[in-house]
């Protein structure tokens, strides 16, 4: 049971439900069927399992010698092999999975699982850290229109009989972006990569004293973590400023929903960088406006 316990928490559990559960709540939004919305929220389950005991088996001798407590492998819970092993077994089955939605929507997932293993093997470390994230968010919409896409095309439906009527209009030659072939709107993948990236700042924020003693030298950590969540908030409002402009389904719900996180964002700007008790109070409303953003996001999908 301890080593469970330890594969459990070397999997960065609260990242990896976040990113499965608003995926696939896109999902669902989208107009994927049951059984093929089971098969998109294993798959990127798995993908997302991956990538953390990826982390976690890469980081092992540094996270031990800098006597992480907080890191199952450095703590004893679980053995590095342990933990590669898992990661690797996970992969495999995320890619089967993810092929079984189609070949464009496995292609697609694909890309996403190893942008996030290329942050894991030395991307982490580096002025490029932000590149995964941008990556692997940006793309993670294009993986559920993908599998939405394929399965429209198994079923000989027309697309517009298989999707809501908004969505159904994004596959058209507008200016929204791609714009056919089961891509969608560039401004919901753009709308993704901002979040995406956010997140990356948002992790070091609290962070800065095990990422000193790990040696973890990403662009954040660079900035340092006052700068950091003054850039967070910058790309949380940015993401809610793109997703209203551009999202496909701009209902007066949605756009009020983000209106609200881009100004609870833009509270977390003015704030930031100030004295302590502000500077947490800064990181609750950015907290909050990527929650306002993200319901947003679904409202208008």
Known sequence: ??????????????????VTGFVTAYGAVIGLDGG?????????????????????????????????????????LVGRRTVAVAAGVA?????????????????????????????DLGLKGTVLSGVPYVV????????????????????????GEAVSEAYASTLELTASGPLDLGWPPLAVMAGTALLGLAAHFANTVGDTEADAA???????????????????????????????????????LALAVLVAGAASAAGGVLLAGTAAERGRLAF???????????VGFLLAA
């Not at 049971?1 to 976040?18: D, E, I, K, S």
């Not at 089967?96 to 942008?115: K, Y």
């Not at 394929?150 to 027309?158: C, G, P, Q």
Request: aromatic share 4%; hydrophobic share 60%.
């Open 91 to 119: 992969v495999v089955a995320c890619l089967a999975v993810s092929f079984a939605l189609g070949t464009a929507a496995g292609v697609v997932h694909t890309v996403v699982v190893a942008a996030g293993w290329a942050y």
């Open 214 to 252: 790990t040696g973890v030298r990403g662009l954040p950590q660079r900035v340092g973590p006052v700068r950091s969540l003054t850039v967070t908030a910058v790309l949380v409002a940015a993401a809610a400023v793109v997703l209203a402009l551009g999202a496909p389904d701009r209902t007066p």
């Open 1 to 18: 049971m301890t080593a469970v316990r330890g594969l459990l928490t070397a999997c960065h559990p609260l990242p990896t439900a976040f």
């Open 136 to 159: 692997a968010f940006g793309l993670l919409p294009a993986f559920a229109t993908q599998a939405l896409w394929h399965a429209a095309s198994i079923d000989a439906e027309v697309v």
């Open 284 to 294: 609750r409303l950015t907290l909050a406006a990527v929650g306002l953003v993200v």
């Open 36 to 76: 093929r919305l089971a098969l998109l929220a294993l798959a990127l389950l798995l993908g997302q399992l991956s990538i953390g005991w990826c982390n976690d088996a890469v980081d092992a001798a540094r996270d031990t010698a800098a006597a992480r407590a907080d890191k199952p492998v450095a703590a004893g």
